[in-house]
């Protein structure tokens, strides 16, 4: 479903990690959207890997944190 053509919709969805996701895997794998052009490595690519990485660095901080606090807890 192209989330293009669903409006305001689509801003909120650029801020999740999902949709920037899909569309750095459409540039790589070369696919044409509806109107049959190419996703190239553009400004909304570039753009699309900051919150890829901030929900990452979440994950990750997170995981650090509650790895620490059980590894306290089972002493």
């Not at 509806?34 to 699309?48: R, S």
């Not at 900051?50 to 590894?71: E, G, N, Q, T």
């Amino acid at each position: 479903m192209p989330i293009e053509s669903m409006g305001g919709f689509e801003t909120f969805a650029r801020c999740l990690p999902f949709y920037p996701t899909v569309y750095l895997g459409r540039v790589i794998t070369g696919a044409t959207n509806v109107f049959n052009l190419t996703y190239t490595f553009d400004a909304v690519a570039k753009l699309g890997l900051i919150p890829i990485l901030l929900f990452m660095l979440a994950s990750v901080v997170l995981a650090v944190i509650l790895f620490k606090k059980k590894m306290t807890s089972d002493n």
